[in-house]
């Protein structure tokens, strides 16, 4: 007897393409703004202090609702494999294609992050060395990876949802350093933790965060605040980690309790951002950075007369182009199609 259809949760797809279009958005510049551009670096930087903790939250949660934490031992291999093509295929394939893509750009355009080393030393910062990655947009795939493999171990191992959210905090506390990203694994793995603690609790807790929104909001708003003291003269303030642990948390009941609003609800952009997310999230940059090349080379500067222009088509073509990849050229492919689901 064939199963029952999952419900779609049109709540979490909001909230995949509102938070799809923050990383456009971060994406923009790629390394600092132009001079006498006062409030895009703010912006940006408090924008990396919840989008990413919030897309592994949502990963966590759909983990839970997939049944994938719950695949017994025989079915391991099978979901293994299906997981490494879904994640770590993207991450090695998008990795070298946009290393490639730098190396023969840079001979005849503006390229932002600059392989080091030509081909050996792109590929050694690529994939050991990350912290110098000249593609770093691709740590999420890796990260979710990892994060899914050591969920459905542990969950294997007699350890429920509030254990994987302790060690989401210990590995908070523990300095790794940037060797294949795994100090990313451990920076972000509490947010996956905390989408499996809370899709588990959804029945009880979806409703706080639906009641309590204000509440949430204030205290949201109040710890973006916080983790924006490192732009002025004051006599404390939080370190980047700090920031990134306090605002992801509380992203979570703000964010998933907005989109579940009637009035954010009847939104269908967000829905149509949420469909194409992963292709958005695949060819965002490369996008963004052949925007930026045509854009100097036809003379507009990098400069704060030509900024505006210089978002408008990052975001136009951050968007648009991963969309007509997918609708073009994925779509009649059933194996990119997949990959890019």
């Not at 912006?43 to 759909?62: D, E, K, N």
């Not at 509030?162 to 350093?177: H, K, M, R, S, W």
């Not at 854009?295 to 400069?303: E, I, K, P, T, V």
Request: glycine share 8%; net charge positive; hydrophobic share 55%.
């Amino acid at each position: 007897m064939a199963k029952p259809a999952r419900t779609r949760r049109l709540d979490l797809d909001r909230a995949k393409g509102i938070t799809i279009l923050l990383v456009v958005l971060g994406h923009v510049v790629a390394q600092a703004p132009p001079a006498d551009v006062g409030w895009y670096e703010p912006l940006r930087y408090a924008i990396y202090r919840f989008h990413m903790p919030f897309f592994l939250y949502l990963s966590g949660t759909v983990a839970v609702l997939s049944g994938a934490l719950a695949t017994p031992i025989a079915g391991w291999p099978r979901l293994l494999a299906r997981r490494a093509e879904r994640l770590l295929l993207p991450f090695f394939a998008l990795g070298l294609l946009i290393l490639v893509a730098k190396l023969v750009a840079m001979r005849f355009a503006h390229v932002d992050n600059v392989p080091q080393g030509g081909f050996g030393g792109g590929l050694a910062t690529l994939f050991w060395h990350t912290e110098h990655s000249p593609a770093l947009t691709v740590w999420y795939l890796l990260v979710l990876f990892v994060s899914t493999v050591l969920a459905v171990v542990l969950r294997r191992c007699g350890v429920g949802s509030t254990g994987l959210v302790l060690l989401g905090f210990a590995l908070q506390l523990v300095e790794i350093p940037p060797v294949m990203y795994l100090d990313r694994v451990a920076g972000f793995f509490l947010f996956f933790a905390a989408g499996i603690w809370v899709a588990e609790r959804q029945d009880r807790l979806l409703p706080l965060f639906d009641r309590w929104l204000p509440l949430w909001w204030s205290l949201f708003g109040a710890g973006l605040l916080a983790s924006m003291t490192i732009w002025v003269d004051a006599p404390w303030h939080l370190r980047p980690h700090q920031a990134l642990l306090l605002c992801g948390l509380l992203a979570i009941p703000a964010l998933h309790g907005l989109v579940r609003r009637p009035l954010v609800a009847r939104l269908q952009w967000p829905l149509v951002l949420g469909h194409y997310a992963m292709a958005i999230y695949l060819f965002n940059t490369l996008a963004i950075g052949g925007g930026k090349a045509l854009l100097l080379r036809f003379g507009a500067s990098w400069d704060a007369a030509h900024f505006p222009l210089h978002v408008a088509v990052a975001l136009a073509l951050g968007i648009g182009v991963p969309i007509l990849l997918k609708r073009l050229v994925f779509s009649r492919l059933p194996r990119l199609d997949r990959l890019t689901a």
